[in-house]
């Protein structure tokens, strides 16, 4: 999964086979990604309705391993590595010193001392380069897997259904957080129930060589089902409707997990120290003191849409700042997540808009997610 000019975009495995399906392409943290293939919005209602196909390559494998892998991952991220049951999967975050947020990740048990660190494809060498200094004193290996891994994912109501076709692995034990072990259409597997849709589905973690085989026989067998690929942008505009944080827009290293409404990945309970303890413990007490701005929803009245940095006005005062907008497809609406005053936070706080070019365009505040599948 590399290019042959390092001051280009690295290309994925499926590369060709994007281009062959005529997909608009865009450089995203240093990848060639696909932005979509023809519709973002029939994209999206595809996985909200029955399935989608996506190529998520571009995220960042790193394995920890060895006999005190858990003790070492308990220090580096904020969150309980140590009750991670085998097989299961935990998302947390990895801060500084100070509690910035580095990147928000999952973390898989594979093995006793085995786990698989995902992280974000812009941070990716961050995360790596923070875990290997970190690993100093630890009889731990942290290991940058990411060009033995391709990763394809189905998302939406179908998913189940249409890999349980190809695969023999038991689909309906296998709980949401969770990955086992196993063959799929003939290929070897970490098949995860985890994804970034706000639907049930699966991501599949292969050999880069097997990634074609793999997409190809996905799509041949979602073919009654309506499964369709994928591109990066539907998967914005899906995560922005599940109300799913993402790093660069919600999370930054100038916020810690208790600015971002997160606060719950950070367990001070655990055993030992951890970085970015201290600076926590303080974040989390001013959080409980006098809330800093809040994360919430914001769901337009008109039709112009928000997008990241744009401020959020009341009485003339500017009150906080978008940090994500887009047309919501479920909705048929535009919306937005953004950071505003406390005071302002409450759903259906009245006299909320949004600055978009000069003009405070009214905007009414709900609880996130904007979305929330049926189960």
């Avoid at 790596?128 to 690993?135: G, P, S």
């Avoid at 499964?227 to 539907?234: F, I, K, W």
């Avoid at 259906?348 to 808009?353: C, I, Q, R, Y």
């Avoid at 997610?369 to 189960?375: D, I, M, V």
Wanted: hydrophobic share 40%; net charge negative.
């Amino acid at each position: 999964m590399s290019s042959t000019e390092p001051d280009r975009p690295r290309r994925t495995a499926l590369d060709a086979l994007h281009r062959s399906l005529g997909a608009t392409m865009t450089d995203f943290a240093g990848w060639d990604m696909p932005l979509r293939y023809g519709s973002e919005r029939d994209e999206h209602v595809a996985v909200r309705t029955k399935a989608g196909l996506f190529d998520l390559s571009h995220m960042g494998e790193i394995t920890v391993s060895g006999p005190q892998a858990v003790a070492l991952l308990n220090h580096a991220l904020v969150g309980n590595i140590a009750t991670v049951g085998l097989g299961r999967a935990r998302y947390t975050m990895i801060c500084q010193a100070d509690g910035g947020i580095l990147d928000d990740l999952i973390v898989y048990r594979l093995g006793e001392t085995e786990y698989l660190v995902v992280a974000n494809a812009s941070n990716a060498q961050v995360v790596l380069d923070a875990l290997t200094e970190r690993a100093a004193g630890f009889d731990a290996e942290v290991r940058d897997d990411r060009d033995n891994y391709a990763l394809l994912a189905v998302q939406g109501p179908e998913s189940a259904g249409i890999l349980k076709s190809l695969t023999d692995a038991d689909l309906d034990g296998l709980k949401y957080y969770a990955g086992l072990p196993g063959t799929v259409a003939g290929v070897p597997a970490l098949i995860a129930r985890t994804g970034y849709t706000g639907e049930d589905g699966f991501e599949l973690f292969v050999a880069p060589g097997d990634a074609e085989k793999l997409w190809q026989a996905l799509t041949e067998a979602g073919a009654d089902a309506g499964l369709v690929p994928c591109g990066l942008s539907c998967r914005d505009t899906l995560r922005l409707e599940a109300g799913m944080p993402l790093y660069g827009h919600e999370l930054t290293t100038s916020l810690t997990p208790f600015d971002a409404g997160l606060g719950r990945v950070v367990k001070f309970e655990k055993e030992g120290d951890f970085v970015g303890r201290e600076a926590l413990r303080a974040a989390a007490e001013r959080a409980a003191a006098e809330p800093p701005r809040v994360l919430v929803g914001l769901v337009a009245e008109g039709r112009r849409v928000p997008r990241a940095g744009y401020a959020v006005v009341s009485g003339g005062e500017v009150i906080g700042e978008v940090t994500s907008g887009a047309p919501s497809p479920t909705l048929g609406k535009p919306i937005a997540m953004a950071y505003v005053d406390a005071a302002h936070a409450a759903p259906g706080t009245a006299g909320v808009g949004v600055d978009i070019r000069g003009n405070h365009e009214p905007y009414e505040v709900v609880a996130l997610p904007f979305y929330k599948r049926q189960k």
